[in-house]
């Protein structure tokens, strides 16, 4: 049997050079410490010298530029000797706020909201030898500049730009696709001095994303297009699903190779609803105590062949996210959490919680859809779904701090 950590130390370096995924590099220096040694760690790609300030020229009048951060989606699932006695042996799902490489924070993997205060046995690192970790997605953001930043300093930067982002990196920099405020869609490519909004006569778009190298947008009636972006020409618009109406707001998500289309229905009126025992009339004398809220959805494949979209019904052991900046999808058996699949995590302000529970969940408003019975409701109303993100799951806290001494570790702060 090959001993793979004697490998000479020129073809270990070699190999580095080929992983392409920043999880993977990780995992490559997590075998052995021989393997660590021969390859240094490479700085984060969310850093200043990456993406440098953004202009405003072309998409806002209101601030001075944009921030451009990435921000990684991971499951880390417990390590093999865990054992079923454990109080939850499922696996964790976190999104990681890395702007300050030396203090990263917790953040709910559907929102921009941190998880804090971290139990006092939450370990200081995470050693990613310890755990299997999968990564599940890149959520990109863009913040408002409202001043000319030092050179030293961009970390103050204004509100978040709260549509989508898709960016794709190349060799030479990097391309990204957003919506603009008029709800047309605006790309801007690395080393430009403008943004380009993209002449179309749609109606507003309501999503984009990045899927196997290409951008996809969708406007609110469903109509899906490929954004074809080249050097020096003006980008091009191919229609590949025909409009299907429906819902009132519209996500892309990638799913097992498929582009999916996420149809949200909402609807204004009394909490009656969901159980709570206030009479119609009051609603009708006082609407401020009316709320937007999620009824149902709806879930369409992409058929790029017929250029349609066709209704999914079942989506077996899948999970889809749908969050405020990013989609995403888990299988079942990845997560291993004891709960059934078929089902839509979602945001909406709507679940959020205003008793007191601990700081555990409140204000977080996740809710969940199942496609198998139509029901939706808040998170904590389906057994397992919750753990996913909160509390962090036995196994990953200790009482005595972790050896991480030449490991690779993901440092986190409360």
């Not at 309501?206 to 020409?233: E, H, M, P, Q, R």
Request: aromatic share 12%.
């Amino acid at each position: 049997m090959a001993e793979w950590s004697q490998l000479p130390r020129e073809l270990v370096d070699l190999i580095s050079k080929h992983l392409s995924s920043e999880i993977d590099f990780l995992r490559f220096r997590s075998v052995c410490s021989s393997w660590r040694s021969s390859v240094p760690p490479k700085p984060y790609p969310n850093s200043p010298s990456r993406f440098p300030i953004l202009p405003n020229n072309g998409i806002a009048e209101n601030s001075w530029g944009f921030k451009l951060t990435k921000t990684p989606l991971y499951l880390i699932t417990p390590p093999t000797e865990t054992t079923s006695s454990d109080s939850n042996h499922g696996g964790w799902i976190i999104k990681l706020d890395r702007e300050n490489p030396q203090r990263m924070r917790l953040l709910n993997p559907l929102s921009r909201s941190q998880f804090k205060p971290l139990p006092s046995n939450f370990p200081k690192n995470l050693d990613s030898s310890q755990y299997p970790i999968l990564e599940l997605g890149q959520e990109y953001t863009l913040q408002f500049i409202k001043y000319r930043p030092r050179a030293n300093s961009i970390a103050d930067a204004g509100n978040l730009y709260m549509e989508k982002v898709a960016v794709r990196l190349e060799e030479d920099g990097f391309l990204l696709l957003t919506i603009h405020v008029s709800g047309k869609l605006v790309m801007y490519r690395s080393g430009d001095t403008k943004w380009s909004i993209v002449d179309d006569s749609s109606l507003p778009y309501d999503d984009v994303i990045l899927k196997d190298g290409n951008f996809y947008a969708v406007d609110n009636t469903g109509k899906g297009v490929l954004v074809k972006l080249s050097d020096g020409s003006a980008p091009e618009l191919t229609i590949v699903g025909q409009s299907v109406f429906g819902g009132d707001k519209k996500f892309l998500v990638e799913s097992c190779g498929e582009l999916l289309m996420v149809d949200k229905y909402l609807s204004i009126g009394p909490e009656d609803d969901l159980g709570y025992n206030e009479n119609v009339e009051f609603y009708e004398e006082f609407d401020c105590y009316m709320s937007e809220r999620t009824v149902k959805f709806k879930v369409y494949k992409l058929d790029g062949d017929m250029q349609k979209w066709v209704e999914v019904t079942d989506l077996e052991d899948r999970i889809l996210f749908v969050g405020d900046n990013c989609t995403f999808s888990a299988l079942v058996s990845e997560v291993d959490c004891g709960c059934k699949g078929n089902c839509i995590l979602f945001t909406d302000q709507f679940f959020c919680s205003t008793e007191d529970d601990g700081g555990l969940w409140k204000n977080y408003g996740i809710g969940l859809f199942s496609l198998d019975n139509g029901s939706i409701g808040p998170i904590s109303s389906y057994n397992g779904y919750a753990e996913l993100f909160w509390p962090p799951p036995s196994w990953i806290c200790s009482p005595q701090p972790i050896d991480v001494s030449g490991v690779a570790v993901v440092s986190v702060s409360g």
